[in-house]
């Protein structure tokens, strides 16, 4: 089937959505007279690789006693998150990334499948339980050795041993090279003393801290025979099992936060804590009895960013979890709006559905376009980290490619589900402000999403880095005539697109027609050429006004990379909204029923074209697309959202969400069956013969 953007094989229907919106809309693919998605189908793709895994665990959270009741306090709602992280344990959840040899299945793509679930019961229980086995014990597990792992990964698995994972500091946030914490080796007692020596220093957020925790992996400088190998992990025990603080371990409790309050989160700092030298994590660096340091990576910067790169888990689940909850708002907010009606027509007829107003359709379809995309796109993250953390694609080369993956997906999905989150609950306008419906509690426990594990931003810059120095590799060694070939290339494609001869020559193609311009460059082709186009020369530009830098003093550098530190992350997330459309793309190629993949194809072009409307300015500024195609955009935005406004409930329902998941009344049902009690009043009222007369019907005569 050709791949077209908005075209179909089905002759053009007046039964489609009128502007204003209309009470004969159609509202299914049958009424439309279009192909229908095989919901199952499309169900089993958005599951991905690891589904089974996923049914497995929607199955144990439609278990109440998973999930969050709204009002509790914050003292209650922490016991019984803390209750719910321990019954996880008893039913396999913490278990699925070990080793057999401690009780596991060794299968880090579950591991992380099963744990972005979690949040559909709530956020709280799914963080912390995961700072309890993917920061906690997974400190312990990617860090530390044999002896570590056969001393307490038993007990962490079953939560009988809670932790927490004390990197973070006040003054340092994600500048972990930079901590003050010290780990001090004192080789007449065989023991590193932990010490905070000022109040930025204090450990901070961190989940377990305030009440529950009984050790923590704590990130300290490893300082022996009076040198700083830089940072290092620690097991540090800090409470005792009645809860009680160990000598030199301080704590404060972090109070109410904005979200996610059923988890402890806390302070910590250390007064000359003293823990044996066996204490070390030292998979990567380690301290002999008399002092002496050994590490198998002797680069101090490379062996930093290894220790680091063990933990991008939580990088990845992160932006599964958002993704889910995406799904939610949207499952919510679609399902409400095929049901809720307002305003008649003007003419008298019955009130008109919310989603049959292209307005709805506007701020609702494009986010559903976008939420698929994000899943597709995960999954391929999801595959990479298995095949690193598996063993079956542990290379240096795949284990960068994976940071910089999670790197560049975590923020777009997690910032996205915050504007999601938040639309979804305007576009149910009064009952989606109401707790019971979950919107708002769901937007305010993942605020911190787009923070935690990394702040976005940061994220971003480390991508828009790894971006340029892939574009540098391709000139290391080139020789005179490649260069001259790419200065000739760059220097045309200068005068080509920014003096607007490509733009006129599209404007001359058009011949004036919007339908043209959608059919000559605004397909599947033409998407990708426009936004890796624009990857390529946001990062060719960066790259250009940051090369004066290497003949610079140094902190005439730093000053010019600040002055393009915001270039350099709007390119890094160009590149990420690129590897959604692409993945989106690969799935559709991979759809064989005919009918499924046509929506889908609609779908993922509506994905396309919004996020060439969202950056149009940066496309007509540097002569990518003429005026009239520009004009195009918009209107087949609107046109693909009218297209897919039948299929927007089978495209819901393919989440799979059941009602143990959803949770919300004005997604049960409950809203249809108003409306129809409340038509149905109104018809019985005018056959009855006893319905009052309208006002201005006396007037008229």
């Given at each position: 089937m050709t791949d077209t953007v908005v075209r179909s094989n089905t002759p053009a229907t007046n039964r489609r959505t009128p502007a204003g919106g209309a009470p004969t809309a159609p509202h299914t693919p049958d009424e439309a007279g279009e192909p229908r998605i095989d919901i199952d189908a499309v169900a089993a793709m958005l599951r991905g690789t690891w589904g089974d895994?996923?049914?497995?665990?929607?199955?144990?959270?439609?278990?109440?006693?998973?999930?969050?009741?709204?009002?509790?306090?914050?003292?209650?709602?922490?016991?019984?998150?803390?209750?719910?992280?321990?019954?996880?344990?008893?039913?396999?959840?913490?278990?699925?990334?070990?080793?057999?040899?401690y009780g596991?299945?060794?299968?880090?793509?579950?591991?992380?499948?099963?744990?972005?679930?979690?949040?559909?019961?709530?956020p709280s229980m799914q963080i912390k339980s995961g700072v309890q086995w993917g920061l906690f014990g997974s400190a312990v597990l990617q860090l530390g050795t044999k002896t570590h792992h056969d001393r307490w990964v038993a007990d962490i698995r079953d939560a009988k041993l809670p932790g927490a994972f004390a990197m973070t500091e006040i003054g340092h946030g994600s500048d972990v090279a930079a901590i003050g914490t010290t780990a001090t080796y004192d080789p007449e007692t065989e023991e590193f003393v932990i010490h905070t020596p000022f109040r930025a220093a204090w450990k901070d957020y961190l989940g377990n801290a305030a009440v529950h925790g009984q050790a923590a992996t704590v990130f300290a400088q490893l300082i022996t025979n009076g040198v700083n190998h830089g940072v290092h992990c620690f097991f540090v025990p800090i409470r005792t099992a009645d809860g009680e603080l160990l000598p030199g371990v301080q704590s404060e409790d972090d109070g109410v936060k904005g979200g996610l309050n059923g988890i402890d989160n806390g302070r910590l700092a250390f007064d000359h804590v003293r823990v044996p030298r066996t204490n070390l994590l030292n998979r990567y660096g380690d301290v002999a009895a008399d002092g002496t340091y050994s590490s198998p990576i002797e680069s101090t910067g490379r062996r930093f960013f290894t220790m680091l790169g063990a933990l991008v888990q939580g990088r990845v689940s992160l932006?599964?979890?958002?993704?889910?909850?995406?799904?939610?708002?949207?499952?919510?907010?679609?399902?409400?709006?095929?049901?809720?009606r307002q305003f008649d027509s003007g003419a008298g007829t019955d009130e008109v559905v919310l989603l049959d107003y292209g307005k709805h359709q506007r701020r609702l379809l494009p986010l559903l376009a976008q939420n698929y995309a994000q899943f597709f796109a995960h999954d391929e993250l999801l595959q990479k980290f298995d095949g690193v953390f598996g063993g079956t694609h542990d290379t240096p080369a795949e284990r960068e490619d994976?940071?910089?993956?999670?790197?560049a997906l975590k923020p777009l999905s997690t910032w996205n589900a915050l504007s999601t989150l938040q639309e979804a609950r305007e576009a149910c306008g009064g009952s989606g402000f109401m707790a019971e419906n979950r919107l708002v509690g769901l937007r305010s426990d993942l605020d911190v999403y787009v923070t935690f594990e990394g702040d976005n931003n940061v994220l971003l810059q480390l991508v828009g880095k790894r971006l340029l120095a892939d574009f540098a590799a391709q000139f290391k060694g080139a020789d005179a005539a490649?260069?001259?070939?790419?200065?000739?290339?760059?220097?045309?494609?200068?005068?080509?697109?920014?003096?607007?001869?490509?733009?006129?020559?599209?404007?001359?193609?058009?011949?004036?027609?919007?339908?043209?311009?959608?059919?000559?460059g605004l397909r599947a082709e033409q998407q990708h050429e426009l936004l890796s186009d624009r990857v390529e020369q946001m990062i060719a530009d960066v790259a250009g006004a940051l090369r004066p830098a290497s003949k610079l003093p140094r902190e005439e550098a730093a000053a010019l990379f600040n002055l393009h530190q915001a270039e350099l992350i709007e390119a890094a997330r160009a590149h990420g909204e690129l590897l959604q459309w692409e993945a989106f793309s690969d799935a559709v190629k991979a759809t064989e029923n005919d009918d499924t993949r046509q929506v889908l194809t609609w779908l993922r072009d509506l994905f396309g074209l919004h996020l060439i409307e969202?950056?149009?300015?940066?496309?007509?500024?540097?002569?990518?697309?003429?005026?009239?195609?520009?004009?195009?955009?918009s209107k087949y935005v609107d046109r693909l959202c009218a297209r897919l406004r039948p299929h927007a409930q089978d495209l819901v329902d393919a989440f799979g969400l059941e009602p143990e998941h959803v949770r919300a009344p004005i997604a049960s049902g409950v809203e249809q069956n108003r409306q129809d009690e409340a038509r149905q009043y109104y018809a019985d009222l005018a056959a009855s013969g006893d319905a009052p007369v309208p006002e201005k019907s006396l007037k008229k005569k």
């Open positions: 895994t996923r049914l497995t665990v929607r199955e144990l959270i439609k278990d109440p006693a998973y999930w969050r009741i709204d009002g509790q306090s914050v003292a209650e709602h922490r016991e019984r998150v803390m209750g719910q992280v321990r019954l996880l344990a008893q039913n396999g959840g913490s278990s699925r990334a070990l080793p057999p040899e596991g299945l060794g299968d880090n793509g579950a591991n992380l499948a099963g744990f972005e679930e979690l949040v559909l019961a709530d932006d599964g979890a958002a993704t889910i909850a995406s799904s939610l708002a949207l499952h919510v907010a679609i399902t409400y709006g095929n049901q809720r994976l940071e910089t993956l999670a790197a490649k260069l001259a070939k790419f200065a000739a290339r760059q220097t045309a494609g200068k005068v080509f697109h920014g003096a607007g001869l490509r733009s006129l020559g599209q404007t001359v193609a058009d011949f004036g027609s919007t339908a043209r311009s959608v059919e000559l969202k950056h149009l300015a940066w496309h007509l500024i540097n002569g990518r697309l003429s005026t009239q195609r520009a004009a195009a955009v």
